[in-house]
C-alpha cells in the first residue's frame, strides 16, 4: 500500500462512497440481509471500486475489522460483565430509584444525561456507555419502558466529552497540532459541554423519545437465575463500584499530565504499573473482578451462579461487538481509497474563512470515512499551515480547534462503528438509528459549530 497511489478523482470517489452507502441501506433496510455480512460484502466491492489493489484487500479488511475490535471488543465485552452483575445484584434498580427520587420522574432524563456527563470526562464514548447502560435501562423500565427518552440523552453526553475534552485522543491531537493551549482548551471545552449537550442531546432525546417509543431491549435481563442473592446493594456500594474505572482511568489521565509537564519521570517503574492500572481495559476488568465479590460473593453468590451471570452477559453483545467491527472495516476501505483527503483537498482551495473551513474539511472526513477521531485529526493536520499563518489570538485557536472537533462528529452513518453500537446496544434498527442517531450528531455537530464560531468572533 505504501507505493501506490490514487488515481481516481474526487468526482468518482464520491459517486462511489455514496453507492456504497446506498447499497448497505438498501440490502439491510429492503432486502434484510444482516448488517454483518452485509457491511463486509460492501466493504469488498468497495475496495475493488475504488481500485485499491487486489493482492492488500483482504489485509485491509481485517486490519480495519480487527483494528476496530482492538479498541472496542475488550471494553464491550467487560462492560457487559459488569453491566450484568450490577443489574443481577438489583443495584442498577436501586440506583435509578434514587435517581428518580432525586430529580423526579420527568427531570429523570436530564439527571442522567448530567451523571453520563460526569462519567464521560476521563472515560471514552463506547465504555461509558456500556458501564452506564444497565442504570439507563432500570430508569427506563420503571417509567414507561421507553428505552430513547432516557438513553439519548445520556449517549450524547458521552459523545459530546469524548469528541470535544481532553483527555480524550481527538482534541488533544487537535490541540498539539494547531498549537493550542491544552489547559484552554479543556476549560473551554468544560464549560461549552453543558449547552451543547442541552441543545443536541437532552432537547432532542426528549422530543424524538416522545415520538419513537423502544421498548428496553433485553440486553442485561435474561437468563434468569434461582440463586441470585435477594438482598440488594446500598446506593453507595453501586455508585463506588461505577466509579472504580472512573477514578483508575483518572488516575492514569493525572500521570500523562505530571508526565508530559515534566513533574514526574515517565520512565519510573510505578509510573508505569499505575498507568497499566489506568488504561481502560484494565480498569473495567479490576472493576469487574471487584464487582464479582462486593455484588456477589459477599451478597451470598456462589462461584456457579456468578459464572453463569457473566456467561450470560457475552451472548447479546456478541452481535453489537461484530457489527461494529464490521463497520469500522468499511471505514477503513473509504479512508484507504483517499476520498476524504481529495475533496478535503478540494475545499481548501476554495478560500472560505478559516472557522468554517476546518469544520467543512472535517464534516467531509467524517462523513467520508466515519471515525470521529481520525476525521478531527486529519482535518486539522490538512489545516495546519492555514492557522500556523493566520494572526490569531489564544482563544481563537482554541475555537478553531472546537469548530474542527465539531465537524469531526457530524452524521454519524453506516461507516461509523460508534452508529452501530449505540443503535445495537438500544435494540434500533437501521432506519431508526439514521433517524435518532445520525440526526442527533448533526445537531451536535452544528450547535458545537456556532458556539465555536461566537467565540472565535467575540475573542
Same mark, same amino acid.
Given at each position: 500500500?505504501?507505493?501506490?497511489?490514487?488515481?481516481?478523482?474526487?468526482?468518482?470517489?464520491?459517486?462511489?462512497?455514496?453507492?456504497?452507502?446506498?447499497?448497505?441501506?438498501?440490502?439491510?433496510?429492503?432486502?434484510?440481509?444482516?448488517?454483518?455480512?452485509?457491511?463486509?460484502?460492501?466493504? /469488498? +466491492?468497495? %475496495?475493488?471500486?475504488?481500485?485499491? @489493489? #487486489?493482492?492488500?484487500?483482504?489485509?485491509? *479488511?481485517?486490519?480495519? $475489522?480487527? &483494528?476496530?475490535?482492538?479498541?472496542?471488543?475488550?471494553?464491550?465485552?467487560?462492560?457487559?460483565?459488569?453491566?450484568?452483575?450490577?443489574?443481577?445484584?438489583?443495584?442498577?434498580?436501586?440506583?435509578?430509584?434514587?435517581?428518580?427520587?432525586?430529580?423526579?420522574?420527568?427531570?429523570?432524563?436530564?439527571?442522567?444525561?448530567?451523571?453520563?456527563?460526569?462519567?464521560?470526562?476521563?472515560?471514552?464514548?463506547?465504555?461509558?456507555?456500556?458501564?452506564?447502560?444497565?442504570?439507563?435501562?432500570?430508569?427506563?423500565?420503571?417509567?414507561?419502558?421507553?428505552?430513547?427518552?432516557?438513553?439519548?440523552?445520556?449517549?450524547?453526553?458521552?459523545?459530546?466529552?469524548?469528541?470535544?475534552?481532553?483527555?480524550?485522543?481527538?482534541?488533544?491531537?487537535?490541540?498539539?497540532?494547531?498549537?493550542?493551549?491544552?489547559?484552554?482548551? /479543556? +476549560?473551554? %471545552?468544560?464549560?461549552?459541554?453543558? @449547552? #451543547?449537550?442541552?441543545?443536541?442531546?437532552? *432537547?432532542?432525546?426528549? $422530543?424524538? &423519545?416522545?415520538?419513537?417509543?423502544?421498548?428496553?431491549?433485553?440486553?442485561?435481563?435474561?437468563?434468569?437465575?434461582?440463586?441470585?442473592?435477594?438482598?440488594?446493594?446500598?446506593?453507595?456500594?453501586?455508585?463506588?463500584?461505577?466509579?472504580?474505572?472512573?477514578?483508575?482511568?483518572?488516575?492514569?489521565?493525572?500521570?500523562?499530565?505530571?508526565?508530559?509537564?515534566?513533574?514526574?519521570?515517565?520512565?519510573?517503574?510505578?509510573?508505569?504499573?499505575?498507568?497499566?492500572?489506568?488504561?481502560?481495559?484494565?480498569?473495567?476488568?479490576?472493576?469487574?473482578?471487584?464487582?464479582?465479590?462486593?455484588?456477589?460473593?459477599?451478597?451470598?453468590?456462589?462461584?456457579?451462579?456468578?459464572?453463569?451471570?457473566?456467561?450470560?452477559?457475552?451472548?447479546?453483545?456478541?452481535?453489537?461487538?461484530?457489527?461494529?467491527?464490521?463497520?469500522?472495516?468499511?471505514?477503513?476501505?473509504?479512508?484507504?481509497?483517499?476520498?476524504?483527503?481529495?475533496?478535503?483537498?478540494?475545499?481548501?482551495?476554495? &478560500?472560505?474563512?478559516?472557522?468554517?473551513?476546518?469544520?467543512?474539511?472535517?464534516?467531509?472526513?467524517?462523513?467520508?470515512?466515519?471515525?470521529?477521531?481520525?476525521?478531527?485529526?486529519?482535518?486539522?493536520?490538512?489545516?495546519?499551515?492555514?492557522?500556523?499563518?493566520?494572526?490569531?489570538?489564544?482563544?481563537?485557536?482554541?475555537?478553531?480547534?472546537?469548530?474542527?472537533?465539531?465537524?469531526?462528529?457530524?452524521?454519524?452513518?453506516?461507516?461509523?462503528?460508534?452508529?452501530?453500537?449505540?443503535?445495537?446496544?438500544?435494540?434500533?434498527?437501521?432506519?431508526?438509528?439514521?433517524?435518532?442517531?445520525?440526526?442527533?450528531?448533526?445537531?451536535?455537530?452544528?450547535?458545537?459549530?456556532?458556539?465555536?464560531?461566537?467565540?472565535?468572533?467575540?475573542?
Amino acid at each position: 500500500m505504501d507505493d501506490w497511489t490514487q488515481t481516481l478523482g474526487a468526482g468518482p470517489l464520491l459517486a462511489i462512497a455514496a453507492g456504497a452507502v446506498a447499497l448497505i441501506l438498501i440490502l439491510i433496510m429492503r432486502f434484510k440481509v444482516h448488517a454483518f455480512l452485509t457491511l463486509i460484502l460492501v466493504s /469488498l +466491492l468497495t %475496495a475493488l471500486a475504488t481500485q485499491i @489493489p #487486489v493482492e492488500v484487500i483482504v489485509d485491509s *479488511l481485517v486490519d480495519g $475489522f480487527g &483494528g476496530t475490535l482492538g479498541s472496542v471488543a475488550l471494553l464491550i465485552a467487560l462492560g457487559a460483565m459488569l453491566g450484568k452483575l450490577v443489574e443481577y445484584s438489583g443495584g442498577a434498580k436501586v440506583l435509578a430509584e434514587k435517581m428518580v427520587d432525586m430529580f423526579g420522574e420527568k427531570r429523570a432524563p436530564f439527571g442522567l444525561g448530567l451523571a453520563s456527563l460526569a462519567f464521560g470526562f476521563p472515560i471514552f464514548f463506547d465504555a461509558g456507555l456500556v458501564v452506564m447502560l444497565p442504570v439507563i435501562f432500570a430508569v427506563a423500565r420503571r417509567l414507561g419502558n421507553n428505552v430513547l427518552l432516557y438513553g439519548i440523552p445520556a449517549a450524547t453526553a458521552f459523545s459530546v466529552m469524548h469528541v470535544f475534552a481532553p483527555p480524550h485522543p481527538g482534541p488533544v491531537a487537535a490541540s498539539e497540532l494547531y498549537g493550542a493551549n491544552l489547559g484552554l482548551v /479543556l +476549560l473551554v %471545552a468544560i464549560i461549552l459541554a453543558f @449547552p #451543547v449537550w442541552y441543545l443536541a442531546g437532552y *432537547l432532542w432525546g426528549t $422530543f424524538i &423519545g416522545r415520538r419513537t417509543v423502544l421498548p428496553v431491549p433485553p440486553l442485561f435481563t435474561s437468563a434468569e437465575d434461582e440463586d441470585l442473592p435477594v438482598t440488594p446493594p446500598s446506593v453507595g456500594t453501586v455508585i463506588a463500584i461505577l466509579l472504580l474505572p472512573l477514578m483508575l482511568i483518572f488516575l492514569n489521565t493525572g500521570l500523562d499530565f505530571l508526565t508530559t509537564g515534566g513533574f514526574v519521570d515517565g520512565e519510573q517503574t510505578w509510573v508505569h504499573v499505575l498507568s497499566l492500572l489506568g488504561s481502560v481495559p484494565i480498569a473495567l476488568l479490576i472493576s469487574v473482578l471487584v464487582a464479582l465479590v462486593v455484588l456477589g460473593r459477599l451478597r451470598g453468590a456462589d462461584g456457579t451462579t456468578l459464572e453463569k451471570i457473566v456467561d450470560s452477559s457475552l451472548g447479546p453483545v456478541a452481535s453489537v461487538i461484530l457489527i461494529t467491527g464490521a463497520g469500522g472495516m468499511f471505514g477503513e476501505i473509504l479512508r484507504l481509497s483517499g476520498i476524504g483527503d481529495a475533496l478535503a483537498d478540494l475545499l481548501s482551495g476554495i &478560500g472560505v474563512p478559516i472557522i468554517l473551513a476546518v469544520w467543512l474539511i472535517a464534516v467531509i472526513l467524517r462523513v467520508a470515512q466515519g471515525s470521529a477521531t481520525v476525521a478531527l485529526v486529519t482535518a486539522a493536520g490538512l489545516m495546519v499551515p492555514a492557522v500556523m499563518a493566520g494572526d490569531f489570538s489564544q482563544m481563537q485557536v482554541v475555537a478553531i480547534t472546537l469548530a474542527t472537533a465539531s465537524g469531526s462528529v457530524f452524521a454519524s452513518h453506516v461507516n461509523d462503528s460508534g452508529f452501530w453500537l449505540v443503535g445495537r446496544l438500544m435494540g434500533m434498527d437501521v432506519k431508526t438509528t439514521l433517524k435518532v442517531w445520525t440526526t442527533q450528531q448533526a445537531l451536535q455537530s452544528i450547535v458545537g459549530f456556532v458556539f465555536s464560531l461566537l467565540l472565535f468572533v467575540v475573542f
